[in-house]
């Protein structure tokens, strides 16, 4: 994978730093020093039925309050877990991660799992306490998305954040998702969500409702909507999560006959399908960054945010554009932008627009409505392996765990789904319903965690380091030839 490590963790949160241990002793550990505390780490001997006769030596931390534990094996694997004493004085075990005993050494307790994870905050896990349940579980990144809510609830957030971080030690970073100028719906009268039921008749209009709207009314932010569509086109919300059939036009309303029954989330996405082909024509004419978009990013960047992603990125000339935005306005900034690719303008200037950026997600769900739903699988890989090639951070999102908005476990599909992510090498993995308005996020959380800890110690254990080619970045002799040499080291150190 690339920079993952590095890169998703925050330059303004505080690092959890262990000194180097002795190589042939494992009877005492030196102090961890964790922000007002000091952590004692002793190893006793543990029996467990989930490991190996060889894994026989236990990490126990002692510090009173809260701390580690971790089993160490002989493949050099450790299970940490983080454990606070019961007011009996006895530890309540909860998983935090799994770690070699090299990058133990090397760079403390933080978390050295290769996947991170990303956590879209919503009315979910907006509470001091959700956040930090999200933070012990292995959230690496909390996402605000700037689609949903106020610029003072997202502050609200940043700021708990933040105090999560100095107060108890975490190194959770933040990203601001833009909205982006596609289409979309507006609110839905204050409701989280709302379902729509085959046969059902909804009304799209760009008219503003007062409260209460009628019954089955969703507002459109785009005033040429009911010129645009025509009677017989194809709607589709939120990347054909639900589907539309227009039936009728009456002035600015639009009539349409759901086709596809689901869940209708706030400001989810529109697009319209014709002849089996996308319309996107005015979609092509709307700015990447909106106005709405140049006050969030304002926000951000007043807010110090870690990174800043970018909907809709049609073109690297944007990327480049908002770089040179964010140093003017804040000298020394060391903020990424993050390109989504969710569109198929970005597929056609696909190398030009990751070069330009500082890493890449792929949103599966509103690319899946703009190309064939066959094509989204290999757009991934091609995506993933791309970023990988030009040593840049690939994020897979959209539905990973979608059922589990509702439901406490995952589908055995989903489970397959996140492990080819992460079979990929992707660097990162992202919840979006699931963790801000989902009824289970801290156990989607733990699916992801699970199951990409256990895809890594898998490949490592079959040793599958399949060779990659990488573009040749040197132009001059003199350049190739010190490429050649750092490629050579490169190798030497994985290998040998």
């Known amino acids: 994978m690339s920079r993952s490590l590095q890169f998703f963790t925050p330059s303004r949160a505080p690092y959890l730093t262990l000194h180097k241990l002795p190589s042939t002793s494992y009877t005492r550990f030196p102090v961890i020093n964790f922000p007002s505390k000091k952590h004692y780490i002793t190893i006793t001997k543990s029996l467990s039925s989930d490991l190996d006769a060889a894994s026989s030596q236990v990490l126990d931390s002692g ?48 978390s050295t799992r290769r996947t991170k994870l990303i956590c879209t ?24 998305n700037m689609c949903h809510g106020t610029r003072e609830w997202h502050q609200m957030v940043i700021e708990r954040v933040r105090r999560l971080n100095e107060e108890k030690g975490f190194a959770v970073a933040i990203m601001m ?31 503003a409702f007062g409260t209460p709207r009628p019954e089955r009314t969703i507002n459109v932010n785009y005033d040429g909507f009911a010129e645009d569509v025509k009677v017989g086109d194809e709607l589709l919300v939120d990347g054909g999560m639900v589907r539309f059939e227009v039936i009728e036009k009456i002035g600015p309303d639009v009539k349409c006959r759901c086709t596809d029954p689901g869940l209708l989330l706030p400001r989810a996405n529109l697009t319209f399908w014709r002849d089996g082909s996308l319309v996107r024509e005015r979609n092509a004419m709307l700015p990447t960054i909106s106005s709405k978009d140049w006050l969030d990013i304002d926000f951000g960047i007043a807010e110090g945010v870690d990174f800043i992603a970018i909907s809709f990125v049609k073109s690297a000339e944007v990327i480049k554009h908002l770089k040179s935005y964010i140093a003017a306005r804040s000298r020394g900034s060391d903020i990424a932008v993050i390109a989504k690719i969710e569109s198929i303008d970005s597929l056609k200037n696909l190398e030009e627009i990751i070069q330009a950026s500082d890493g890449a ?15 989204v699988p290999s757009a991934q890989q091609k995506i993933v392996q791309l970023c990988r090639q030009l040593n840049k951070p690939v994020i897979v999102a959209s539905q990973l765990l979608e059922s589990m908005i509702e439901y406490p476990t995952p589908t055995r599909a989903e489970v397959a789904d996140v492990s080819e992510a992460v079979r990929q090498r992707a660097d990162a993995l992202m919840l979006s319903g699931e963790s801000a308005m989902g009824q289970y996020p801290d156990k989607a959380l733990a699916v992801l965690r699970s ?12 040793k599958r380091h399949e060779a990659m080619v990488l573009p040749d970045v040197g132009t001059s002799f003199a350049d190739s030839i010190s490429e050649e040499i750092c490629n050579s080291a490169a190798k030497m150190g994985k290998n040998l």
């Open 451 to 462: 199951v990409s800890v256990r895809i890594e110690k898998w490949w490592r254990e079959e």
């Open 177 to 207: 998702d833009t909205e982006g100028s596609e289409i979309h719906m507006g609110d839905l009268g204050g409701a989280a969500s709302v379902k729509a039921e085959d046969g059902e008749i909804w009304t799209f209009s760009v008219r």
């Open 63 to 110: 510090n009173g309050q809260t701390g580690v534990s971790g089993v160490l094996s002989a493949d050099n694997v450790v299970a940490v877990q983080s454990h606070a004493p019961s007011e009996s004085g006895a530890a309540a075990g909860i998983e935090v991660d799994a770690v070699t005993e090299a990058e133990l050494k090397e760079n403390g307790f933080r």
């Open 121 to 144: 905050i919503g009315p979910a896990t907006c509470g001091f306490e959700q956040l930090e349940a999200l933070a012990v579980g292995g959230m690496n990144v909390a996402r605000i």
């Open 361 to 375: 997600m792929v949103a599966r769900g509103d690319l899946g409505a703009q190309i064939p739903l066959e094509q």
